[in-house]
Antibody, heavy 120, light 111 residues
Framework: EVQLLESGGGLVQPGGSLRLSCAAS????????MGWVRQAPGKGLEWVSG????????YYGDSVKGRFAISRDNSKNMLYLQMNSLRADDTAVYYC?????????????WGQGTVVSVSS | QSALTQPPSASGSPGQSVTISCTGT?????????VSWYQQHPGKAPKLMIY???KRPSGVPDRFSGSKSGNAASLTVSGLQAEDEADYYC???????????FGTGTKVTVL
């Protein structure tokens, strides 16, 4: 079964850091670009970050550029999101998602999400 | 990376059709055939319904169809069913810096 499982969410103070992980199974992880999408409470979806299958490049939305870092370990089938200088408006459910090749970031498989709360 | 514009709500009776619009710019929707549509039920992860403007992933009913004209894309749900009541989001490849962008979301109500 194709599956993505996020972990690492939690409560963190403003200015703090958190590292999210996403474990992939059921597909050849190293063949697919991956991304992170978040959803603030009661709000819409926001594209956060993407990484190609090779990990050779990284891409970030304007609101997280310079603070977040996406990475992957193809040997472990793992995707990561390092989040630094966290702010209250980073509070959201964070989803990892698998991309359809050459689709322009169409995500066909999603994890269940992990909750990040930034508050003092 | 400005959000694509969708109407906040849409509705229809069972069996009817509903169409949701998604308006972008000539830097995203208008430039690339990379529009996707997602369905999200409360408390659940989004589900891909349409990609590359009009392609349906395996398992998505053919009641769901997508199209694009200029800077605007549309999702049509025909033969509305109770389980189609959900939030729907469009997204597009945004080109510059290889980013993606989502729409503002539309809540579909089945009357």
């Amino acid at each position: 079964e194709v599956q993505l499982l996020e972990s690492g969410g939690g409560l963190v103070q403003p200015g703090g850091s958190l590292r999210l992980s996403c474990a992939a199974s059921g597909f050849t992880f190293s063949s697919y670009a991956m991304g992170w999408v978040r959803q603030a409470p009661g709000k819409g979806l926001e594209w956060v970050s993407g990484i190609p299958n090779s990990g050779s490049s990284t891409y970030y939305g304007d609101s997280v550029k310079g603070r977040f870092a996406i990475s992957r370990d193809n040997s472990k089938n793992m995707l990561y999101l390092q989040m630094n200088s966290l702010r209250a408006d980073d509070t959201a459910v964070y989803y990892c998602a698998k991309d359809i090749p050459n689709s322009g970031w169409a995500f066909d498989i999603w994890g269940q999400g992990t909750v990040v709360s930034v508050s003092s | 990376q400005s959000a694509l514009t969708q109407p906040p709500s849409a509705s229809g009776s069972p069996g009817q059709s509903v169409t949701i619009s998604c308006t972008g710019t000539n830097s995203d929707v208008g430039r690339y055939n990379s529009v996707s549509w997602y369905q999200q039920h409360p408390g659940k992860a989004p589900k891909l319904m349409i990609y590359e403007v009009s392609k349906r992933p395996s398992g998505v009913p053919d009641r769901f169809s997508g199209s694009k004209s200029g800077n605007a894309a549309s999702l049509t749900v025909s033969g509305l069913q109770a389980e189609d009541e959900a939030d729907y989001y469009c997204s597009s490849y945004a080109g510059s810096n290889n980013l993606g962008v989502f729409g503002t979301g539309t809540k579909v109500t089945v009357l």
